[in-house]
Nanobody
Framework: QVQLVESGGGLVQPGGSLRLSCTAS????????MKWYRQTPGKERELVARITSTRSLTDYLDSVKGRFTISRDNGKNTVFLEMNSLEPEDTAIYYC?????????WGQGTQVTVSS
């Protein structure tokens, strides 16, 4: 079955950096676009970044452009989210996502807290 396991979250000071990882299994990873979402209490989950399957084209939420970088390692079935210049507004639970035949699959999420 499809499994997505996120890691790398934590507490960081404003201006700091974190690197999130999502390791996938149960589907042909290199054939699917991958996405990172985030969610804070009382708000809808929002798409932060996505990367295509073959050419690794990327797209970002406006508020993270220039600070976050999504990448993938198809040999390790892993997608990354490099987050720099973190701001308190980036505090959220971050989720890895893949959509397969119109079904969304999610990881368990990893908490990112940006605070001094």
């Amino acid at each position: 079955q499809v499994q997505l396991v996120e890691s790398g979250g934590g507490l960081v000071q404003p201006g700091g950096s974190l690197r999130l990882s999502c390791t996938a299994s149960g589907f042909p990873f290199s054939s699917y676009a991958m996405k990172w979402y985030r969610q804070t209490p009382g708000k809808e989950r929002e798409l932060v970044a996505r990367i295509t399957s073959t050419r690794s084209l990327t797209d970002y939420l406006d508020s993270v452009k220039g600070r976050f970088t999504i990448s993938r390692d198809n040999g390790k079935n892993t997608v990354f989210l490099e987050m720099n210049s973190l701001e308190p507004e980036d505090t959220a639970i971050y989720y890895c996502n893949v959509n397969i035949v119109s079904v969304d699959y999610w990881g368990q999420g990893t908490q990112v807290t940006v605070s001094s």
